[in-house]
């Protein structure tokens, strides 16, 4: 049984016999079939993975999942995946998303990308494109550098895989200054995509920090360590589409904001299914702000985060 399947047997197994779900409800919340969740529970009792009590390695990222819908009840879902060896976090997080996705997505859905390393592997992860379709629209602007990363790169192959198109932000994500930045939302075309971005019925987003070792924006040139001491000296602790935010996730008042091509994130905050992928010890400060903003409304993260994220939100701070 390879990991995708062991996953969602394990899942199922635990939501039926633990949680005590009927198969109808675990068929609507995961959005597969009731017959293939009957069939799927009988698979986890004949391998052995349903005996007295579920034994996988899956079981204490199930318990923190519960723990963080409870600490944060607006969340739709969360996906927490056991946390992988130093150096594979995006490698893990990425067929993590692209297993998610691969569930949800229905033909002809709007999805709306943003950029980044994890990004960049959800896209390089997908196997099973079983819907057609798909529209993909950018929610910023592109790099000038590390064109792998580049949301019209991750756009592209999205929409290569799924049969569909993508439509962009045609300008660079962060512009010389505030008047250029209007110029180019300004433009015709890129109105007409930050339009369609509004209406993705779902929609996929990296969560950044303000440490310049990890930092997208810092890596690529676009602000360099003086701005980034700035914003941890105002409290940022992270950002979505280079916008950022303190650790209550209150927005930060900076100048930046006023050079950055893409869509507001009070925006973001008001669309239905905004997907945060993002782990690391590193990031835990980071998604909690967002979480805390409501900037996500799905989750999907590593085991050691996600009770790192529990336990600082139960200490409050």
């Given at each position: 049984?390879?990991?995708?399947?062991?996953?969602l047997v394990t899942r199922i197994a635990w939501l039926h016999?633990?949680?005590?779900?009927?198969?109808?409800?675990?068929?609507?919340?995961?959005?597969?079939?009731?017959?293939?969740?009957?069939?799927?529970?009988?698979?986890?009792?004949?391998?052995?993975?349903?005996?007295?009590?579920?034994?996988?390695?899956?079981?204490?990222?199930?318990?923190?999942?519960?723990?963080?819908?409870?600490?944060?009840?607006?969340?739709?879902?969360?996906?927490?995946?056991?946390?992988?060896?130093?150096?594979?976090?995006?490698?893990?997080?990425?067929?993590?998303?692209?297993?998610?996705?691969?569930?949800?997505?229905?033909?002809?859905?709007?999805?709306?990308?943003?950029?980044?390393?994890?990004?960049?592997?959800?896209?390089?992860?997908?196997?099973?494109?079983?819907?057609?379709?798909?529209?993909?629209?950018?929610?910023?602007?592109?790099?000038?550098?590390?064109?792998?990363?580049?949301?019209?790169?991750?756009?592209?192959?999205?929409?290569?895989?799924?049969?569909?198109?993508?439509?962009?932000?045609?300008?660079?994500?962060?512009?010389?200054?505030?008047?250029?930045?209007?110029?180019?939302?300004?433009?015709?075309?890129?109105?007409?995509?930050?339009?369609?971005?509004?209406?993705?019925?779902?929609?996929?987003?990296?969560?950044?920090?303000?440490?310049?070792?990890?930092?997208?924006?810092?890596?690529?040139?676009?602000?360099?360590?003086?701005?980034?001491?700035?914003?941890?000296?105002?409290?940022?602790?992270?950002?979505?589409?280079?916008?950022?935010?303190?650790?209550?996730?209150?927005?930060?008042?900076?100048?930046?904001?006023?050079?950055?091509?893409?869509?507001?994130?009070?925006?973001?905050?008001?669309?239905?299914?905004?997907?945060?992928?993002?782990?690391?010890?590193?990031?835990?400060?980071?998604?909690?702000?967002?979480?805390?903003?409501?900037?996500?409304?799905?989750?999907?993260?590593?085991?050691?985060?996600?009770?790192?994220?529990?336990?600082?939100?139960?200490?409050?701070?």
């Amino acid at each position: 049984m390879h990991d995708d399947e062991l996953e969602l047997v394990t899942r199922i197994a635990w939501l039926h016999f633990i949680e005590g779900i009927t198969q109808r409800e675990i068929a609507h919340h995961l959005r597969i079939s009731q017959p293939k969740v009957a069939r799927l529970i009988d698979k986890a009792q004949k391998t052995g993975i349903v005996k007295i009590s579920i034994t996988s390695p899956y079981r204490s990222c199930f318990e923190v999942e519960k723990k963080l819908r409870a600490l944060f009840p607006f969340l739709q879902d969360v996906l927490v995946v056991p946390s992988p060896v130093q150096g594979e976090i995006f490698d893990t997080l990425g067929r993590a998303g692209a297993w998610y996705l691969e569930r949800v997505l229905r033909d002809g859905d709007l999805v709306g990308i943003a950029w980044g390393r994890t990004l960049k592997q959800v896209a390089s992860s997908i196997r099973h494109a079983t819907v057609r379709n798909l529209r993909f629209v950018t929610l910023v602007g592109g790099l000038t550098s590390s064109a792998s990363l580049n949301p019209y790169t991750i756009g592209e192959k999205l929409a290569s895989i799924f049969e569909g198109e993508c439509y962009y932000l045609y300008a660079p994500a962060v512009v010389e200054n505030e008047e250029v930045r209007n110029f180019y939302l300004n433009e015709r075309i890129n109105r007409k995509t930050l339009e369609l971005a509004r209406q993705a019925k779902w929609s996929l987003v990296g969560i950044g920090t303000v440490d310049a070792r990890y930092s997208i924006y810092a890596l690529t040139g676009f602000i360099d360590y003086h701005e980034l001491e700035l914003l941890r000296q105002k409290g940022a602790v992270g950002d979505i589409v280079g916008q950022f935010y303190d650790l209550q996730g209150r927005i930060v008042d900076t100048p930046l904001h006023g050079r950055t091509v893409a869509i507001p994130l009070l925006d973001i905050k008001a669309m239905h299914n905004v997907i945060g992928i993002a782990g690391g010890m590193n990031k835990a400060e980071a998604i909690l702000g967002a979480l805390r903003g409501g900037y996500i409304k799905i989750l999907i993260t590593d085991e050691q985060t996600a009770f790192k994220i529990a336990e600082m939100e139960e200490k409050g701070g």
